[in-house]
């Protein structure tokens, strides 16, 4: 590289080539051997680096926070779930925070404060947290949360920070698409306010591109290497208990049934559970193998609670299929030939229920029993 190369245009081209070669996740082992889900896996990756300059160079500073939508109608960041909003902001330990938001329509909202990042070697751990079952909220739903570093003792809306504190997440919880696509960004205002930010330096370019690209290529690839971890021992097809040894960064009091779908194009997959142990919210969501739904504006990639048919003695039937079975509760590939698909089940002390899957022709649906 010559010695005068400015170096906003060296780290420019330093992000470009590291786009170039994170191309290469797309071909790791497993990977569907499928012309349109490897474009598929291209365009998932450009959402992970659309999503690191937002989250790392755009809305970066803790002085100025502002909240990002980490999953959008495009946005699909590592199994997104269309029920449900995630709101993150970059904060720092050294100052407090004022956020006001809302959950008006919402089954459940979780605040979380974390130290660390995804892009460091430490790792990410949470602070403290807070949710609507010990939030004072509003008659209208709207509530307010201070985060700082001397909370008030057994005040809920405040939360501790401590003095590596990086970031705020809200994730809030839907039964209906309408209600959740109109959820409103929620604000964060930093005390005391640091006024408008200077014009960008060349150094702050530079480690903004390079913690984009660990955020990028970081998510992607751990996506794709929990891919290749599932135990061989779980049949394609079946969805038993998914093991957390705290590595998925899950709520406590959401648990899962997790497994790996793969369907020929004449196959339909029929999956029976039974959910009368009741949980305050449960879903099924279809992801395909990059860890995104599918365009759920216009397909079914999520089945809840308050979607679901239910059958006479109140199981529930669902029907993966690449078309419309005519059935209730159909969830769509979209043509993805593999993916994985989740049970979660939220805030619940009965026993996660047992699914019951079985892959049989498309058109021996109709006289399935």
């Not at 209730?328 to 698909?341: E, I, K, V």
């Given at each position: 590289?010559?010695?005068?190369?400015?170096?906003?245009?060296?780290?420019?081209?330093?992000?470009?080539?590291?786009m170039?070669?994170?191309?290469?996740?797309?071909?790791?082992?497993?990977?569907?051997?499928?012309?349109?889900?490897?474009?598929?896996?291209?365009?998932?990756?450009?959402?992970?680096?659309?999503?690191?300059l937002?989250?790392?160079?755009?809305?970066?500073?803790?002085?100025?926070?502002?909240?990002?939508?980490?999953?959008?109608?495009i946005?699909?960041?590592?199994?997104?779930?269309?029920?449900?909003?995630?709101?993150?902001?970059?904060?720092?330990?050294?100052?407090?925070?004022?956020?006001?938001?809302?959950?008006?329509g919402?089954?459940?909202?979780?605040?979380?404060?974390?130290?660390?990042?995804?892009?460091?070697?430490?790792?990410?751990?949470?602070?403290?947290?807070?949710?609507?079952?010990?939030?004072?909220?509003?008659?209208?739903g709207?509530?307010?949360?201070?985060?700082?570093?001397?909370?008030?003792p057994?005040?809920?809306?405040?939360?501790?920070?401590?003095?590596?504190?990086?970031?705020v997440?809200?994730?809030?919880?839907?039964?209906?698409?309408?209600?959740?696509?109109?959820?409103?960004?929620?604000?964060?205002?930093?005390?005391?306010?640091?006024?408008p930010?200077?014009?960008?330096?060349?150094?702050?370019l530079?480690?903004?591109?390079?913690?984009?690209?660990?955020?990028?290529?970081?998510?992607?690839?751990?996506?794709?290497?929990?891919?290749?971890?599932?135990?061989?021992?779980?049949?394609?097809?079946?969805?038993?208990?998914?093991?957390?040894?705290?590595?998925?960064?899950?709520?406590?009091?959401?648990?899962?049934?997790?497994?790996?779908?793969?369907?020929?194009?004449?196959?339909?997959?029929?999956?029976?559970?039974?959910?009368?142990?009741g949980?305050?919210?449960?879903?099924?969501?279809?992801?395909?193998?990059?860890?995104?739904?599918?365009?759920?504006?216009?397909?079914?990639?999520?089945?809840?609670?308050?979607?679901?048919?239910?059958?006479?003695?109140?199981?529930?039937?669902?029907v993966?299929?690449?078309?419309?079975?005519?059935?209730?509760?159909?969830?769509?590939?979209?043509?993805?030939?593999?993916?994985?698909?989740?049970?979660?089940?939220?805030?619940?002390?009965?026993?996660?229920?047992?699914?019951?899957a079985?892959?049989?022709?498309?058109?021996?649906?109709?006289?399935?029993?």
């Open positions: 590289m010559a010695a005068d190369v400015d170096p906003s245009i060296e780290a420019w081209r330093a992000y470009c080539q590291a170039a070669d994170a191309g290469e996740l797309v071909l790791a082992e497993g990977a569907p051997d499928h012309a349109n889900a490897r474009a598929e896996g291209i365009r998932a990756l450009s959402r992970f680096f659309v999503f690191g937002e989250n790392c160079l755009e809305r970066a500073d803790p002085q100025r926070p502002e909240f990002v939508d980490v999953q959008t109608t946005r699909k960041y590592m199994g997104d779930n269309p029920d449900q909003t995630y709101f993150s902001a970059s904060i720092s330990g050294d100052r407090s925070y004022r956020i006001n938001a809302t959950m008006a919402a089954v459940a909202v979780e605040i979380g404060v974390y130290a660390g990042s995804f892009a460091s070697g430490g790792g990410r751990r949470l602070v403290d947290a807070v949710e609507d079952t010990t939030l004072l909220v509003d008659p209208d709207s509530y307010e949360l201070l985060l700082t570093p001397d909370p008030e057994d005040n809920p809306n405040q939360l501790r920070l401590e003095a590596d504190a990086s970031s997440l809200i994730r809030t919880y839907f039964t209906d698409l309408a209600v959740r696509l109109a959820h409103p960004r929620p604000t964060i205002e930093a005390i005391p306010s640091a006024g930010a200077p014009m960008l330096t060349p150094d702050q530079r480690q903004g591109l390079e913690i984009s690209v660990l955020i990028a290529t970081g998510s992607f690839g751990w996506w794709v290497q929990q891919r290749k971890k599932v135990p061989s021992d779980v049949p394609v097809n079946t969805f038993p208990p998914l093991p957390d040894e705290g590595d998925l960064l899950t709520p406590e009091n959401v648990r899962y049934l997790s497994g790996d779908w793969e369907l020929a194009p004449h196959e339909a997959l029929v999956l029976d559970f039974d959910p009368s142990g949980a305050d919210y449960w879903a099924w969501v279809l992801l395909s193998h990059w860890g995104e739904t599918v365009d759920w504006r216009n397909r079914t990639a999520v089945i809840n609670g308050d979607t679901a048919v239910r059958r006479d003695d109140g199981t529930v039937r669902l993966v299929a690449h078309q419309d079975p005519g059935m209730p509760n159909w969830l769509d590939t979209a043509g993805h030939p593999q993916g994985s698909l989740s049970l979660r089940w939220f805030r619940s002390d009965a026993p996660l229920p047992v699914a019951d079985r892959v049989i022709p498309f058109d021996q649906l109709p006289t399935v029993e």
